[in-house]
Structures are given as structure tokens and as C-alpha cells.
């Protein structure tokens, strides 16, 4: 429905820009060009049926200048109806239609640009109507100019108000289909000429063959309330122009349902069928993702969510192989004492810490865990050994820096390291006793070191 809203406001804004190109050609012709005759298309005049004037184009083959080999020729498909003496080449309304009609051909071209446009028109207060396609202005009867200028945008417009507006929804006078009109008044030196207008047919501005699009309908809202079905209401709003319209989706609950299954049988049945399927993979995803959870949370340590030993066994094996790979183990120097003095709430608030720490400070290729207590363990591969021992000096480090927003006093780490060749072939066993090893070798040489 959203999309089709767009579609709706896209193609209400196109016509917008070919009434503003219209709009402009007759700002031209009233500035530069009206002293331009209509010679080089020549018209015939006769009275129809019903006691109007018609002037039509005498059929000629203009060459497109697009390319020789296209389009051979331009069909002209306007007509310009007025009263009577429109016929006659002795009076003004004559000589005013054929002043100005050589703007004709510009509505013949631009009509038919959109499938939704049904018709453009020129309507002079002189009393004719300069329009295109041939079929509708015939159509047209002589109660349609005092219809028109009945109409709140004519009437605004020949009361000196300057302004591109939506108008309707109206029944067109010549079809009787629901139309929107988009219209202009035109002056000239501040004296009314007239409006130019684009029907718009609210049949064909959704996308073809839109099911949806079908249920949109239009409302003016002076003097149309939404009805009971409306359902999600949408104001028609464009930039510079002047809007009093509302869209909405037209719903019935029970119209809806039955041609649903009348009309989608065997898509309700695939429906039926998809969502059995569907349930089944919601079970199985659901269940291997609580599998996955609780195995995740069994390879995690509670109180600061790092890999424990059995996690970080598993992380292990997956590591890529590159030159060399080294393993840390660190130790909170005196924990003992801290717990003693300060109580096991801020024991844990160290731990939690030198945990933050240690993830904030490695790379999401290293794998860190908490062994139990006041150990931890970090894995690392790569291709510099110098910078290997670099990256674990300087994590040892930054805990010592970030103490004092524990304990006022601080507190410090050691760190045994052992980096080995990948080609050696070494276990996590024999990694963890020769860091362990050195973790030792750290203590006894004073603490807040690493040993490597």
C-alpha cells in the first residue's frame, strides 16, 4: 500500500510538471508571441450537432526531427470548441481562437505521455475550449463551459488568484469517469485569460494490475468525510501546489475474505501448506538456537561472560594457522589480599575490570578467557613475534593504568608468555604449562611484569 501511496504521489507530481510546461508556453505566447497566426496549420470550421462550433486540424505529415527512420510522423489530435460564432472569420472569437490556437499542437504532444492522463484543455472566458485528444473535446456539450466555470478553481482563478491546484475527485464531464483535475489560471499583465487544466484519470495512477491499487480511493475533504471502510488515510501533498485531497484503501472484511478464497484457492492451500513448513523451521531454528544458547552460556564464564577453559579449548581449534602463535597467562598480583581487605564484592569488581580490560584491549582474532579465580589466559597467532610479546606488555599495562578506578591504591598483574613456532606442533597442554611456568618466573621476579 505504501508503494502504490508513492506511485499515486509520483504521477500526481509528473502531471504537475506537464501542466507547469503548458502553463509555460501560454506565459510565452502572452509575453513574446502574440502575434504568431496559426498558418502553418491550416483548420476547418463546422457546426456540429448540438450547435457548436468545432475547428479541426487539416491532417498533414510533419516529419519528426528525432531521427528519419522513427517516427515518420506527428499526428496532430486536438480540436478547440466554442459557440457558434466561433465560425464565423468576422468576429473577434474567431480571431482570438485563431491567434491562440497555434498552441494546440503542445497539448496534442504531451497528451498521451501517461496512461493516466485522459485529457488537457485550455478553457477561455471568451467561451471555447482549446483541448486534447479530438474524441473527448467532441464529446463535450454546451452546458460544459458553465459547469467548468462553476467550479471552485475557475472561480478562483478569474477572481486574480495565481495558483497550480488539485481539484476534485469529479465525474469528467465528457466520459463520466472519476477524474482529478490539476489546473492553472493564466494572466496576462494581470488581466485573466483563462485556465489551463490535466484530467486525471484515479483509475489508472496505481500500478496496472495492482490489486491494491484498485481499493484506492480519492475524497476532497471540504465536502467529503472518509467512510467507515477507509482504512489508513493519506493526504495528497506536493510541493508549490495547492492540495485539499485525501487518499484511502477502501476495506470490507467480509468482500475481502470471500474473494480470497474464491479467487486464491490454491495459493490458500500453498499458504496453508508454507506455513506448516514455516512452523517446523521456527521449531528447529528455535531449538538449535536454544541449543546453541545454552552451549554458548556452558562455554562462558558468569561473572565476566569470557570464554572459560572448556570455551576457549573449543575457540582454539579454530584458530587459522599463520607463523607463529604465543599464549599468556596473567595473574592479579596479591588477590588474596584484596579479597581479605576490602571484601569479596570488590574482588569481584577486579576481576570484572581486569576482564574488560583484556577484551577491550585484544583482537577479535585473539581468543581471552578466565581459567577460574584470578587467572586468565590469552591466545594469539601472527607473523612478528617482536610485536606478539609488544601487544601482551601493553595489555599488561593498561590494567595497571586503569586500576585506581577500582582501588584507590591500584592494583597490578604478571603475565607468563610463551610464543612458539605453528609448524612445531605444540599442544594447548604443553602451551599453558611452559606460560604457567613463566607466570611463575614473574612472580618471583617482583610481579607487575610479564616473563617471557
Known sequence: MNTEYKNINKNLAHSVKLLSGMDYSFAVYFTDGSHIGSEQIQHTQSIGKDGLCVWLPKQREIQSAYRADARKVLQLDYAVKGLPEACDPETQLYQD?????????????????????????????????????????????????????????????????????????????????????????????????????????????????????????????????????????????????????????????????????????????????????????LIYLKVSGEKKHFQNLSQRDPMTSLLNRRGFEVAYKGTNGQNYEALAIFDIDDFKQINDTYGHDIGDDVICAVAHTLNRNTRATDVVARFGGEEFVIYMQGNNTDKMLEAIERVQKEIGRLSERVLEQGYTVSAGMTIQLTSKKSTLEDLIKDADSKLYDAKRQGKDRVAI
Open 97 to 281: 481562437i485563431e491567434k491562440r490556437v497555434v498552441l494546440a499542437p503542445t497539448f496534442s504532444f504531451l497528451n498521451g505521455v501517461s496512461d493516466f492522463i485522459l485529457g488537457l484543455y485550455y478553457l477561455s472566458p471568451e467561451g471555447y475550449l482549446i483541448g486534447s485528444p479530438t474524441h473527448l473535446v467532441n464529446k463535450i456539450h454546451i452546458d460544459a463551459s458553465s459547469i467548468i466555470k462553476k467550479r471552485e478553481y475557475w472561480q478562483e482563478a478569474s477572481n486574480g488568484i495565481s495558483t497550480i491546484r488539485v481539484n476534485g475527485p469529479f465525474e469528467d464531464i465528457a466520459t463520466g469517469k472519476r477524474i482529478l483535475t490539476i489546473s492553472a489560471g493564466l494572466f496576462d499583465k494581470d488581466k485573466f485569460r483563462g485556465v489551463v487544466a490535466l484530467d486525471i484519470l484515479t483509475s489508472k495512477l496505481f500500478t496496472e494490475g495492482s490489486i491494491i491499487g484498485e481499493k484506492i480511493k480519492f475524497i476532497q475533504l471540504s465536502n467529503s468525510e472518509i467512510p467507515s471502510t477507509g482504512w489508513r488515510p493519506l493526504a495528497i501533498l506536493i510541493d508549490g501546489v495547492q492540495t485539499n485531497q485525501m487518499m484511502y484503501f477502501d476495506w470490507n472484511w467480509l468482500h475481502e475474505i470471500r474473494a480470497f478464497v474464491e479467487k486464491r484457492m490454491v495459493s490458500l492451500l500453498m499458504l496453508v501448506i508454507l506455513y506448516v513448513i514455516a512452523m517446523i523451521s
